[in-house]
């Protein structure tokens, strides 16, 4: 097959994958599929077999995540999964965000809940938005009456977006804030559910360059340096960017902005930001007076962290 046909190692441009894509008629599902083959030298029918074993383990981390007795370590985060699955099984009211939105969120965050109580989760990217992508495809596939073989071939596009960005970017909080992971995640999920909507590869491109416009320079400020507070809520809130943001692809929406150039800022603005932004605990969030106090209290720091102003 022509080289210039098939994605080459490293893949570090999602716009070239699009364009190949677009040349041979595939989603770009299937060429994630068939570079993965190639690479790792095993049959397509083997390596999907593998992605719904992880597909299986998202799904019971949703389970998990929304039991009443969960807690983490720390104690710092609950059963907020559980609050969420309890409104939403009362009906009481109805959400102001919407079905799809609210199951999202709730779903995202009772992932990063069992993260965070040392539970097992498939890092999608990473373990701190974990949440994000399996809770947008299983809220899609769910709101398009799709069957789980749907969730599984977009997890092979969310893969290859993730993989363009660590390559060509980030995927570390500590290396670029947590736009590279949440901003990340929520990108993989909407270029996934763009293409679950039935979206062209153009408009999985553009889905992903709209989440990263609306996630530059966010910072990555754990309280007590651990991956609870704030991660859990901002993975329920990128869950609902990245819905929202599929909905704009799919309506046709392009943002003039190469997929490829967005993701190269997103990159820039990570090396730009102070260390006390990068993982540290040190800034944001992680240096309010209470965020000291519980750390001093948690982990036993003897000094709060200075803001960074």
Known sequence: MDSDNTLRTPVRSLDQAVAIAIRRGLRLSDLALEYEAQESGRPTAEITADMNLRL?????SIE???????????????????LLAERERQHQRPTLAGRSVFLAARRAIAIVSVNAAMGRVVAT??????????????????????????VVQALFTAGLIGLVIGNRATLSGAAGGCQAEVGSAAAMAAGAAAEMGGGSPEAVASAVGLV????LGLICDPVAGLVEIPCIYRNAGFAAVALVMADLALAG????????E??????QVGRLLPVEWRETAQGGLAATP??????????????CPRATR
Do not use: F, K
């Open 56 to 60: 299986a383990v998202m799904q019971a």
């Open 64 to 82: 998990q995540g929304c039991q009443p007795g969960l807690y983490s370590r720390s104690g710092l985060t609950g059963p907020v999964g559980h």
């Open 125 to 150: 990217p990473t373990a701190g938005s974990s949440g994000i992508v399996p809770a947008v495809l299983l809220t899609a596939a769910e709101t398009l009456g799709l069957p789980s073989e749907a």
């Open 212 to 215: 990263l416009q609306n996630s």
């Open 253 to 260: 929406v392009r943002l003039p902005l190469p997929a490829d």
């Open 262 to 267: 967005v993701i190269d800022a997103m990159g």
């Open 290 to 303: 209470t965020a000291c106090r519980l750390a001093r209290q948690l982990c036993g720091h003897t000094s």
